[in-house]
Every structure is written in C-alpha cells, then in structure tokens.
C-alpha cells in the first residue's frame, strides 16, 4: 500500500528549528518528486517546497533561506529541516508526493508544528 | 507568489450541479494545463480529484469534471450529494521559482 507518515511536528519557540520526517512505503521517493505544503489553522493550503527526483530544490519566497527539504534514499524517507521559525510558520505540513503534471496525487495527514513562547 | 483567485464559498442543493472557479494569470493557469483540484474534508488531508485540467485519477467520481478558459480554470460537481461538503483548492503549475501555486479555497455548502 502507498503511504507516507509525516512525524516531528511540535511546539517550538520562536527562532528555535525543527526537523519533520515523512517515511514513505509502497514506493521510491527517490524516483518521485516530493512537496512539503502546509496550512495554517483556519487557513487554506500553501505549497513550501519541492524536491525532485533529479535532487533539484526550490522554496516558497517565505521560507526560502529558512527551510531546507531532503530526502535519504536508504530510509525512503523526505524531510523538511525548519530553521528560524516564526509564529507565521505555524500550521499543519502534509509531504506529498507529485503526480502527473505537477499533482500531488498521495498525501500525508501531516504533522503539526506551532511556533510560540 | 500571489495566490489564485477562488471564491470563498458556493452552495447548492442535493442533485443540483456547481462550478468553482480559479483565477490566475498567463505565468501560472493561463500558461499551462497543469491544473489540479483537491478536496479537503475538516481535519482530513487533501484528495486529488482533477489533473492537468480535466483528468480524473482513478476511483474518483465522474460527476467531477474540470475545464480551463484563458487563465481561470473550473471545477464542476454534478448531481451533488451530501459528501461532496468539503473544501475545495485549485493548484497550478507557475513559471515563478515556486513552482506550485494554491488557491485560497472554496467551502462547499450542500443544502
């Protein structure tokens, strides 16, 4: 069965760093492209980051230099590594994996991180 | 990156059809037919329902349709039922460095 499990989430404080896992099963990250996309609570969904099979990297404007997206092919497993967080950083993070003409056809059913003092 | 222009809500009754828009641009919906759509019920992660416009994955209902008309894409739900209550988002693929761009979402009322 296709699955991905999102796990890391918590509450931090403002400037602190945190690091989500997304284990996969039923399929290769690697040979995938994966998306971080998160949502704020009452909010709808923003994309974050996407990391290709290729290993190409690219971030939303708001989290670019913050955020660094991963993968370890030997664990099947994607990670967002959040830096600096601020209280706008605040949300649920599903990971993603892209589907036909940049879809995300399996979803996570995400983690969630609270940025507060 | 802006996000696409959705309406905040639309409603209809049981066996009725609607249609959700999405406004973009020419960099983003109006570039490309790499428009998807995604349910999202409360508390649930979102389902892809639409790809590249107007495909269906597999297991998801024909009464779901979509189309794309210079830079503003539509969902359209047929016979509406009760489950079809959720929220709605449109995504595109964008020239911008971001790559993906979201709509603010569309709550669906089912009277």
């Known amino acids: 069965e296709v699955q991905l499990v999102e796990s890391g989430g918590g509450l931090i404080q403002p400037g602190g760093s945190l690091r989500l896992s997304c284990a996969a099963s039923?399929?290769?990250?690697?040979?995938?492209?994966m998306s971080w996309v998160r949502q704020a609570p009452g909010k709808g969904l923003e994309w974050v980051s996407v990391?290709?099979?290729?290993?190409?990297?690219y971030y939303a404007d708001s989290v670019k230099g913050r955020f660094t997206i991963s993968r370890d092919n030997s664990k099947n497993t994607l990670y967002l590594q959040m830096n600096s967080l601020r209280a706008e950083d605040t949300a649920v993070y599903y990971c993603?994996?892209?589907?036909?003409?940049?879809?995300?056809?399996?979803w996570g059913q995400g983690t969630m991180v609270t940025v507060s003092s | 990156q802006s996000a696409l222009t959705q309406p905040a809500s639309v409603s209809g009754s049981p066996g009725q059809s609607i249609t959700i828009s999405c406004t973009g641009t020419?960099?983003?919906?109006?570039?490309?037919?790499?428009v998807s759509w995604y349910q999202q019920h409360p508390g649930k992660a979102p389902k892809l329902m639409i790809y590249?416009?107007?495909n269906r994955p597999s297991g998801v209902s024909n009464r779901f349709s979509g189309s794309k008309s210079g830079n503003t894409a539509s969902l359209t739900i047929s016979g509406l039922q009760a489950e079809d209550e959720a929220d709605y988002y449109c995504?595109?693929?964008?020239?911008?460095?971001?790559?993906?761009?979201f709509g603010g979402g569309t709550k669906l009322t089912v009277l």
């Open positions: 020419s960099s983003d919906v109006g570039g490309y037919n790499y």
């Open positions: 995504s595109s693929y964008t020239s911008s460095s971001t790559h993906v761009v």
């Open positions: 039923g399929f290769t990250v690697s040979s995938n492209y």
């Open positions: 990391i290709y099979s290729g290993g190409s990297t």
């Open positions: 590249e416009v107007s």
């Open positions: 993603a994996r892209g589907g036909n003409g940049y879809s995300y056809e399996v």
